[in-house]
T-cell receptor
Framework: GEDVEQSLFLSVREGDSSVINCTYTDSSSTYLYWYKQEPGAGLQLLTY?????DMKQDQRLTVLLNKKDKHLSLRIADTQTGDSAIYFC???????????FGTGTRLKVLA | NAGVTQTPKFQVLKTGQSMTLQCAQDMNHNSMYWYRQDPGMGLRLIYYSASEGTTDKGEVPNGYNVSRLNKREFSLRLESAAPSQTSVYFC?????????????FGSGTQLSVL
């Protein structure tokens, strides 16, 4: 069945890089996404990657995709306290209306 | 530029009570969704509406009903609330709902059922 897994917590020091990992099971996904949820707010799209790419860079964000292992990661360079949030990976299910979300990783940035 | 607006933000119900969560979007989007967020389980799709006049079940529809009142509004109803429905509920919308689309989320409704 469809399942997207993430580790629940990550703690880093300000200025370090953060790497948030995700594994998914639906090999037919067309796009994979990273969403950010700040306290008391809804989710906001951070970035996405097309399934035939293996890397995408967007300012401080780098997304890596390993299709063989069904592994997706989000690297945040020079992590700031404002990056503290919950990060969700998500996949679309082959052109349907269903987006499958991971469990979310709570990132805490220590000053 | 309101985006997706949900009401109420907080609600406490007793077991067996009913209520309707309201959602409206002002982006002229075709597709709208209701998700619930529970600790350690991510977001799970309750119902979605691909376009005005259509609704379909998601992953966890039991105990809920929805109405796509018009293109802007998509409501979620709990007919007889149960403690298992204690959760944070998010409404979302997207332009066409056909993949590679940004989902726009409301700020959520925190519901407690006692």
């Amino acid at each position: 069945g469809e399942d997207v897994e993430q580790s629940l917590f990550l703690s880093v020091r300000e200025g370090d890089s953060s790497v948030i990992n995700c594994t998914y099971t639906d090999s037919s996904s067309t796009y994979l996404y990273w969403y950010k949820q700040e306290p008391g707010a809804g989710l906001q799209l951070l970035t996405y990657i097309f399934s035939n790419m293996d890397m995408k860079q967007d300012q401080r964000l780098t997304v890596l995709l390993n299709k063989k292992d069904k592994h997706l990661s989000l690297r945040i360079a020079d992590t700031q306290t404002g990056d503290s949030a919950i990060y969700f990976c998500a996949e679309d299910t082959s052109g349907t209306y269903k987006y499958i979300f991971g469990t979310g990783t709570r990132l805490k940035v220590l000053a | 530029n309101a985006g997706v607006t949900q009401t109420p933000k907080f609600q406490v119900l007793k077991t067996g009570q009913s209520m309707t969560l309201q959602c409206a979007q002002d982006m002229n989007h075709n597709s709208m969704y209701w998700y619930r967020q529970d600790p350690g389980m991510g977001l799970r799709l309750i119902y979605y509406s691909a376009s005005e006049g259509t609704t379909d079940k998601g992953e966890v529809p039991n105990g809920y009903n929805v109405s796509r009142l018009n293109k802007r509004e998509f409501s979620l109803r709990l007919e007889s609330a149960a403690p298992s429905q204690t959760s944070v509920y998010f409404c979302a919308s997207s332009d066409q709902g056909q993949g590679n689309e940004k989902l726009f989320f409301g700020s959520g409704t925190q519901l407690s059922v006692l």
